[in-house]
Structures are given as C-alpha cells and as structure tokens.
C-alpha cells in the first residue's frame, strides 16, 4: 500500500510504503536514491538489540558511509543535549546537504531526527522508519518535528517532511502492550474525526487488539486509512492554522498531563484519549454533542480497555498554566478541538479558564468506566 503526501505549498513530499520484509526494500530505496552518500542512523537502542542483523544488513550491501546515533527511546530523549549530541555527529563525520538521516525507531526518535535533518545545514533529506504504532499513524507523517524543553511538549519545532516513510508491521510484534495501546489512543482520534473510520474501527476492535494473532491484512488497512485521513488534513494547511488544528483533539489536555508528569506517568496516546473524553464532556456540557453520541464515543473507548479518568488529586490550576504555554494557544487563548458529532470536530477559544477549571473538575469527580 502507497500513499503520497504532498502538501501544496511546500517544495517536500513524502512517499508512504505499507510493506512487509522492509530491509530489501530500504536497500533498494538508497542504492537508487542515495547512492555513495553519507547517511546517520538515529536508531532506537531497543529497537536496535532487537533487530540489530536485519538493520545493519541493508547499510553493510550499500554503497553509503553509516554512522550509527543509539538513543534510548521516550520523551526525555527529545532534548536540546540529545539534539547537540547530533549535530556533533553530523559535523565529526562531515556530512553535508546531498547526505542523509534515517531514523528507526518510535515516535520520539523520529520527532528528534525530523528537526535535527530541518535544521543541519538547513535542511537535509531524511527517511522515517516508524517502529510503533502511534508513530505509523501519526508521528512519522505529515513533517512536523520537535523537541522538548522547559518541561513543556514540543515547543521547539518545524514543519519539514521526510522523504519516505516506510511502515513495516513486524515491528508491533515485539511492541510492549503498553506501547501498542498508546497508538489505539490516536487511531481513536482519526475515528472521531472521520464517520466511516469510525464504523472501521468499531467492528473489527476485537481483532485489532489482539497481540498474540496479529490480522496483518486488517491492521495494514486500518492504518492506511488513518494515514489517508490525516492527508486529507495536512494537504491544504501543512503549517497548523486551519483546518489540520483538527487533528490536535485530545491534544489541549494530553499534553498537559504528559508535562504536568515530567513525561513519565502517561503515553502519548493515553493523555489523549483522556483529552478526548475531556473534549467530548466539554461538548456534550456545552450543548454542541448530544448524550446519546457522548456515550457511543464512550462505548467505543472503552472497547480498548483505556483507563481515562482524571486522577483525583490533578492540581486544576498547573493543569490550566500548563495549557496556557501550549503552541496550541492563539491570542493568549486556550483552544480545544469539540464535537458537533463524530466526524464533525470544530476549534473553539471561547472557554474561560474558569470554565475549563469547572470542567476539569467535574471530570475528575465522575467515574466513567
């Protein structure tokens, strides 16, 4: 399965390949796109003990000089010393423009080597091979890239696209239950914002959960209709102004637990299946979701056996401070993404905070599973 993102004002491209027994085809994409280059490969150290063979096999057939950068998976990786520690790689081994960064592994690893790949030189060609599966659906597409600092998510960052992406399922088998879960986290998100995606998902949840039987066949079309959707978002507004905001439900508050815990309590995806019941609560409290749709997106989460109740002893208020530095704000304001129904998701400023901290704290007092 190929999907082509091709934002229209941008000069970059990205070539999506769903594929099986991916490293014959890496070393054909590089012995036909980059031949005698230079290339960095910012790698998982997991990933790496894991699949240490089949990586190096492609780069030891090719023509390119490797470099290897072993980092260790996480949130805490996606750092100014961790982004200093590859530029120093990059310069002690002289690459230049017409070289190459690959990056094989999560999301963070790939959100580190996306801005580390925009900002060397000013830009020099990367591929993302997404070794989970929140990056598979998400991360690894649509070019945005970035790092941590301050405690606060990705607010150093640009919008630059990988050249290819290439999406290998074997890579789930080893993922830990954890891991895996966090990626349902976002393909619950692409339900909600696409009716049909929605209908996809919760028919075949019995099947997609299941980690010991993987159904190769359904999660590859699943995730490529994830892939299509988020195209359908980042085509016409590849900088985040208008309608790919969309895209950020769950995203207000997700990220704010994740700061609002050093990034240690929760996963990506599971901050922002609590941000989508928040979202989805806000809704229904402001009159634009009706109960009966509140309820089926309820439903459906909890086909996936997510934990999404707010912690009873969540400080509101660094919550709310925590929001209020996020790059989702626009004119001082906190935006949240709500639903109208599924798949008819808009962006509102229009909560006070001391709504939002009503809110919150209503949540935090229901119990919902």
């Known amino acids: 399965m190929k999907l082509v993102i091709e934002p229209v004002r941008s000069k970059r491209r990205s070539v999506i390949e769903i594929t ?3 490293y014959p085809k890496l070393a054909q994409i590089l012995e036909d796109n980059y031949h005698s280059r230079k290339v960095l490969l910012i790698i998982d150290q997991t990933v790496f003990a894991i699949y ?12 390119l000089q490797q470099t290897f950068f072993k980092i260790p998976g996480g949130e805490a990786t996606k750092s100014v010393d961790y982004l200093l520690k590859g530029y120093k790689k990059l310069i002690e081994n002289n690459f230049s423009r017409d070289d190459l960064i690959i ?9 580190l080597a996306g801005y580390l790949a925009s900002t060397y030189q000013r830009g020099i060609s990367y591929i993302q091979v997404p070794t989970t599966l929140l990056a598979q659906i998400d991360s690894s597409v649509g070019g945005k890239t970035a790092i941590n600092y301050q405690n606060k998510k990705n607010v150093i960052g640009s919008i630059y696209h990988p050249d290819q992406v290439l999406i290998d399922l074997k890579f789930l088998e080893t993922l830990t239950n954890r891991d895996f879960n966090s990626g349902l986290g976002e393909l619950i998100k692409y339900a909600l914002l696409d009716n049909n995606f929605y209908h996809l998902l919760n028919k075949s949840c019995a099947e997609i959960i299941k980690r010991n039987d993987f159904n190769q066949q359904l999660l590859s079309e699943v995730i490529y209709q994830a892939l299509r959707i988020k195209n359908n978002y980042v085509r016409f507004d590849q900088d985040d102004f208008g309608k790919r905001r ?12 994740e700061s609002y815990t050093d990034f240690k309590d929760y996963r990506h ?4 299946i609590i941000g989508i019941v928040f979202a989805a609560y806000i809704s229904l409290k402001e009159n634009r979701l009706s109960s009966t749709k509140f309820d089926e997106i309820l439903s459906l989460i909890k086909k996936f056996n997510f934990d999404f109740n707010l912690p009873k002893k969540l400080d509101v208020s660094k ?10 704000v626009r004119s001082g304001k906190i935006n949240f993404i709500l639903l109208k129904d599924i798949g008819e998701p808009f962006v509102t400023d229009q909560l006070t ?5 009503d809110y919150l704290e209503d949540l935090k007092c229901l119990k919902l599973v």
């Open 319 to 328: 919550i709310i401070e925590l929001m209020k530095s996020d790059k989702k």
């Open 353 to 357: 905070e001391e709504k939002i901290s």
């Open 246 to 257: 969309m895209l950020n439900l769950g995203h207000t508050l997700g990220h704010a637990l």
């Open 52 to 63: 240490d063979k089949e990586i190096s096999q492609p780069f030891a057939e090719s023509s």
């Open 269 to 272: 995806g599971e901050g922002v």
């Open 20 to 22: 099986s027994d991916i």
């Open 103 to 111: 990056a094989i592994g999560g999301g963070t690893v790939g959100d």
